[in-house]
């Protein structure tokens, strides 16, 4: 199996706090996870490459200290929303690619999201 | 500009037809495609992919075609379950031997009646 576990499913906060989600694979190693950012009726856009004990790679567009990225072990990385606003209301999902997979397939298993709504 | 195309944002198939879900790209650096499934409030589940070797992939219900002079592939599924009724996401990749980005698709709603 490829079990990707995302934490918490949603999550309400104030405007002006910051909220962590984790993102672990339970069944196996990921050196690289990826974190997802999905509007309503639109497509899942990527915010960062997260790399498992080095520097996230950020996409264009995407403010590295606002969206910190944490990626400790093989099993866990972790997106701390910083200073949240109402616009950063947003669904947010994790995916992990499986290390060492022949043919340099790039299967990534998603987590089930996170609902975040900042008040 | 968006690199992954599914310009039907909705279909609607009979129990037991077989449902097409069509997916354009632009980018011919792309050689490797992906389809997911996923259902409101979770995270895509992992269909079906193809390298664009083949032209051909098929894993029970689930087929997936690409046509590479025509930067086209499609999904079909056959027989349609109500099950299936879901957004169905293609996406697509560059294989280099490290993580690849996946680039995705706006999905198509895909709605299978009785």
């Known amino acids: 199996g490829a079990v990707v576990s995302q934490h918490p499913s949603r999550v309400i906060c104030k405007s002006g706090t910051s909220v962590k989600i984790e993102c672990r694979s339970l069944?196996?190693?990921?050196?690289?996870m990826f974190w997802y950012r999905q509007f309503p009726k639109q497509s899942l856009m990527l915010m960062a490459t997260s790399n498992e004990g080095s520097k996230a790679t950020y996409e264009q567009g995407v403010e590295k200290d606002k969206f910190l990225i944490n990626h400790a072990s093989l099993t866990l990385s972790t997106l701390t929303v910083t200073s949240a606003h109402p616009e950063d209301s947003s669904f947010y999902i994790c995916s992990a690619r499986k290390t060492g997979l022949a043919g340099g397939l790039n299967i990534q298993y998603f987590g089930a999201g996170t609902r975040l709504s900042v008040l | 500009d968006q690199q992954v195309k599914q310009n039907s944002p909705s279909l609607s198939v009979q129990e037991g037809r077989i449902s097409i879900l069509n997916c354009d790209y632009t980018?011919?650096?792309?050689?490797?495609f992906l389809w997911y499934k996923k259902y409101p409030a979770e995270g895509p589940t992992f269909l079906i992919s193809?390298?664009?070797?083949?032209d051909k992939n098929e894993d029970g219900r689930f087929t997936v075609f690409l046509n590479k002079s025509a930067k086209h592939l499609s999904l079909h599924i056959v027989p349609s379950q109500p099950g299936d009724s879901a957004v169905y996401f293609c996406?697509?990749?560059?294989?280099?031997?490290?993580?690849?980005?996946?680039?995705f698709g706006t999905g198509t709603r895909l709605q299978v009646t009785l």
């Open positions: 069944d196996f190693q990921a050196t690289t």
């Open positions: 996406a697509a990749s560059v294989i280099s031997g490290t993580a690849s980005k996946l680039t």
């Open positions: 193809i390298s664009s070797i083949k």
């Open positions: 980018n011919s650096m792309f050689d490797y």
